[in-house]
């Protein structure tokens, strides 16, 4: 079970993802966990991410890929992980597909928690006070004037990734503003679902292709074809004589397209292998800093 928990700070995606990894036995990769264990070991990572993360912004792209790349590199992912906090840009969730294609891995849901914005800084300045109350250290960023700035970079920043998904057939919302079981018991469901329909994808059922005939009818043509135009500007070769398939038949283009698709995709992972050896080398290197 892959998974990705989306939702703003306070959102509940940590205590989410904790319950989760008691039920299903899989790890909890939360980058801003990561972040903060980097920032408190004082290494290199840690040290440019301190200002950022206390600012309430964005760590770089290239970094928070290279940490998520390594990570899911370790054994005790191989059976599954949930990313908190993880894609927060569509630069990192393209990184994040390339990075599963690369593995042969898919991911199984997105899941966003929605939560009326009113209620996050009284959530996070519980947080900080029973943090207090245990004598650990409050986190940096948990404080109104950060928070208020953590919520413009995930409407700016890490919103754009609801549409991502969506398109992509991937996402499923559940309404956060249920009490911390009733959420649990949703996440739940919709786990139950996909896994129901053995690799598909839990968004899947409520997708207008499959609400409607027509659009359902239409749906595979239109997947082949946009993939087909992706792969193209990674292989111009293969590319060629998918859009060329695509040309010479487009009412009927569905099979033609898928298979000249398949060819391309393949081309484009053979194009892009080598370079991306090269990046996840680098990033080990810089995780490792
Ligand atoms: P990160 O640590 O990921 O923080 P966040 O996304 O801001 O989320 P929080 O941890 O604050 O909240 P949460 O949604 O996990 O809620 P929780 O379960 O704790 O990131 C911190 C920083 O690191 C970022 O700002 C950025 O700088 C950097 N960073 C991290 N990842 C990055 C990336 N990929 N790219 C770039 N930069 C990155 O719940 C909060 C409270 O609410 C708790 O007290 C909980 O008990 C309570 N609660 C939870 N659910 C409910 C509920 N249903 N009802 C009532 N109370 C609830």
């Known amino acids: 079970m892959r998974l990705i928990l989306l939702g703003p700070p306070g959102s509940g995606k940590g205590t989410q993802a904790q319950r989760l990894v008691q039920q299903y036995g899989i790890v909890q990769l ?17 040290l440019k991410a301190k200002d950022i993360m206390a600012a309430g912004g964005l760590v770089p792209d290239e970094v928070v890929v290279g940490i998520i790349a390594d990570r899911i590199e370790q054994p005790d ?72 700035k953590r919520l413009h970079s995930y409407r700016d920043q890490t919103e754009p990734l609801i549409h991502y998904y969506s398109d992509h057939r991937m996402l499923a919302t559940v309404d956060g503003m249920m009490p911390i079981e009733e959420v649990t018991e949703e996440i739940g469901r919709i786990l139950a679902a996909v896994g129901k329909t053995s690799g598909s994808r839990a968004a899947k059922k409520a997708s207008p292709a499959k609400r409607s005939g027509k659009a359902a009818s239409k749906a595979p043509a239109k997947k082949a074809a946009k993939k087909a135009g992706k792969a193209a500007k990674k292989a111009p070769k293969a590319a060629k004589s998918a859009k060329k398939a695509a040309k010479a038949a487009p009412k009927k283009a569905a099979k033609t397209v898928k298979k000249a698709a398949k060819k391309a995709s393949k081309a484009a992972a053979k194009a892009t292998k080598g370079t991306r050896k090269t990046s996840a080398k680098s990033a080990k290197k810089r995780s490792k800093g």
């Open 30 to 46: 939360s980058t801003g966990d990561m972040l903060r264990a980097a920032v408190a070991a004082q290494t290199p990572i840690g």
């Open 77 to 148: 992912a191989a059976n599954g992980f949930i990313l908190d906090g993880f894609p927060r840009t569509v630069p990192q969730a393209e990184a994040l597909d390339a990075l599963l294609k690369q593995k042969q891995m898919n991911l199984d849901a997105v899941i966003e928690l929605r939560v009326n914005e009113g209620v996050l800084l009284e959530r996070v300045e519980r947080r900080a006070a029973e943090t207090r109350a245990r004598g650990e250290a409050v986190r940096a960023d948990d404080t109104p004037e950060v928070l208020t």
